[in-house]
């Protein structure tokens, strides 16, 4: 078997940018917002946001609850294509970054009012929860039958956790995408080395449970450090 990989390199993801569909410009003081932080590299990629948003208005997402703001720009991504009457509820246990996020949303929003930015979409709607998403899960549960997508992309360590809750919560239909499904290559490569072993070993448990369950259709989308799209059967 033949594998090839083109690679994406910065002048080649800036001409895909530019003959995508989806117009994220608008948000990038957002992406660059993470440049305030040691951990930019934290944040999705810019490909990564068109296919969700690819997802969202293919599928008619309106309710999305995110595990893992950092600055917000996975959550404006994906609000930016959603209807004014859409929610988002994003969760990080960070303070810091949590406090970022609510500004650029602010900001954003006072831009928006005095003409400079053109688009809100669904971006006014965003509720940033400061909290351990494992304590908000099991309070979703009762309204996990209005929830169309969970993105989750935070606490790795916990990832079993939030695939357990989709399994029992979610609903028909609903999609669950997981972000770092490779881990920088350790979930593959994993040599017990790292100190960020609990993580990859926590995704690679999670990924095993995924497909003995039966319970979702899934794919894994080889943009960014990969991603798992799944569907509740």
């Known amino acids: 078997m033949t594998t090839f990989h083109t690679k994406i390199d910065i002048d080649t993801e800036s001409y895909l940018l530019n003959q995508s569909q989806y117009s994220i410009h608008e948000i990038d003081d957002i992406f660059n917002?993470?440049?305030?932080f040691p951990e930019p590299y934290m944040q999705i990629s810019k490909l990564q946001a068109t296919a969700i948003q690819f997802f969202i208005t293919t599928a008619k997402i309106k309710n999305i609850v995110e595990v893992g703001t950092f600055v917000g720009?996975?959550?404006f991504s994906m609000a930016y294509v959603l209807p004014p009457d859409s929610t988002l509820r994003t969760i990080e246990i960070n303070e810091e970054f949590?406090?970022?996020?609510?500004?650029?949303?602010y900001q954003y929003m006072k831009n928006?009012?005095?003409?400079?930015?053109?688009?809100?979409?669904?971006?006014?709607?965003?509720?940033f929860i400061h909290d351990d998403a494992k304590n908000v899960?099991?309070?979703?549960?009762?309204?996990?039958?209005t929830i169309d997508l969970v993105f989750l992309d935070g606490d790795k360590e916990h990832y079993l956790f939030y695939l357990e809750w989709a399994i029992k919560c979610l609903k028909?239909?609903?999609?669950?995408l997981i972000d770092n499904a490779l881990f920088k290559g350790r979930v593959v490569n994993d040599n017990g080395q790292h100190i960020t072993t609990k993580y990859s070993r926590s995704i690679r448990d999670m990924t095993t449970k995924l497909k003995k369950s039966d319970r979702f259709d899934y794919f894994f989308l080889p943009v960014g450090d990969c991603m798992i799209v799944a569907q509740k059967k």
Do not use: W
């Open 33 to 36: 917002s993470a440049n305030f």
């Open 73 to 75: 720009y996975s959550a």
């Open 98 to 105: 949590h406090t970022k996020a609510e500004y650029n949303q």
């Open 112 to 127: 928006f009012k005095n003409r400079k930015k053109t688009h809100v979409g669904g971006i006014e709607n965003i509720e």
């Open 137 to 145: 899960f099991p309070r979703l549960a009762a309204k996990a039958d």
């Open 172 to 176: 028909k239909g609903a999609y669950f």
